[in-house]
């Protein structure tokens, strides 16, 4: 591969978190791939989003639409501000990143006169926490009072949780077909002591889960078990309000689709896209594509409705995003504009790939966001 060499720092952090792999594997013989995952990710101290190294922008790994554009922020403001009229004028955002969309949600609903009570924001990573509430601080010190910060899931909730590019860094199990079934990855150590990827029969409960799926013999891909337990954990808690979800994926008709027979893993390191998932840990984010069926199913298993499902396209223009522009603007700035709105809209670039989800309980009338374009059907 063709990546940018680590410094020093980079490397000695990551060689920590190895050594933390390794000793447990060395007490467990067997490490399933799901576990590995949440230590590269999450390994207090260590893991890619639990660490202090810049994650997200230029400088980071990767770019997100919040910090692609307001645009993208405001759109989902006008969403919000519909569903908190519905339900209680509070809002959880799960895995807040940067703060970046808190803090364009909270200008735009504040401009539309729907700032809620309370936004709070569930953020495991003490790193991103501090970064979250500077800029909070700095951008918007009149709202800054109703932000908080959550350790856990909230026992009872009614409002709005939010979750943008969440769902694809959730940990997920690694699996392909057998002519005797399926079988599960996950990490052993080779002579020389280092961590390296093997196969065996997979547990029980995971093979039901793929059963349905019905794996051709060598056929690889990922189930995300964790993703569907925690929607449902949501999905529990939630008394009146909605689930808004925001990520890249398919629909599960497509997810396994026979052409893509080596899954959908994949890592990003300094704005560059690799495959090897064992490649320093801890310094690269390692995602699997969203199955939507199985978040859908999920949560209406726990008792909530499915609301509306779409491109993201088709979310940021039923959500009014060319009301947005500013056509009377200088030609450098339309200009600017123009572009980011062919990111975040065009097929060949996010408008297509990512989706939007939204399940309800207590919420009868049509969202905005899927007033056209809605491909519930498909799931």
Not at 36 to 56: D, E, I, N, V
């Amino acid at each position: 591969m063709s990546l940018p060499v680590p410094d020093a720092d980079a490397l000695a952090h990551s060689a920590n978190l190895v050594a933390l792999i390794r000793s447990e594997i060395a007490a467990c013989g067997w490490m399933p791939y799901s576990r590995y995952m949440a230590l590269a990710l999450y390994a207090p101290g260590l893991g890619y989003y639990s660490g202090a190294l810049q994650k997200f922008g230029r400088d980071g790994d990767f770019v997100t639409a919040p910090e692609l554009s307001p645009l993208f922020g405001r759109c989902v403001a006008r969403q919000l501000a519909q569903l908190t009229a519905l339900s209680a004028p509070h809002i959880i955002e799960a895995g807040a990143g940067s703060g970046r969309l808190a803090v364009d949600l909270l200008s735009e609903l504040d401009r539309l006169g729907s700032a809620p009570e309370t936004y709070r924001i569930l953020e495991l990573s003490a790193d991103l926490r501090a970064r979250q509430r500077a800029l909070v601080e700095r951008e918007l010190p009149a709202l800054a009072n109703r932000v908080e910060w959550l350790d856990t899931l909230p026992e009872r909730f009614s409002g709005v949780v939010i979750g943008n590019e969440l769902l694809d860094a959730l940990p997920v199990e690694r699996i392909r077909g057998t002519g005797h079934g399926i079988e599960e990855a996950g990490l052993e150590l080779d002579a020389a002591g280092q961590p390296v990827l093997s196969w065996r029969t997979a547990p029980p409960a995971l093979s039901d889960a793929a059963v349905a799926l019905r794996l051709a013999t060598g056929y690889e891909t990922e189930i995300g078990l964790a993703g569907r337990l925690w929607v449902a954990e949501w999905a529990q808690r939630i008394d009146c309000g909605a689930l808004l979800l925001i990520d890249y994926g398919f629909p599960q008709a497509e997810y396994y689709h026979r052409d893509r027979s080596t899954g959908t893993l994949m890592c990003h390191y300094r704005h560059h896209a690799h495959a090897d998932t064992l490649w320093m840990p801890g310094l690269c984010d390692i995602t699997a594509h969203v199955d939507f069926t199985a978040i859908a199913q999920s949560a209406f298993d726990a008792g909530m409705s499915l609301a509306g499902y779409t491109s993201q396209a088709n979310f940021l223009l039923n959500c009014g995003v060319l009301d947005l522009l500013t056509p009377d603007a200088d030609p450098l700035v339309r200009a600017k504009q123009n572009a980011q709105l062919n990111q975040l809209t065009s097929p060949a670039e996010m408008g297509e790939l990512f989706k939007v989800i939204c399940m309800t309980r207590g919420i009868a009338d049509p969202l905005i966001g899927f007033a056209r374009g809605d491909r519930s059907h498909t799931l």
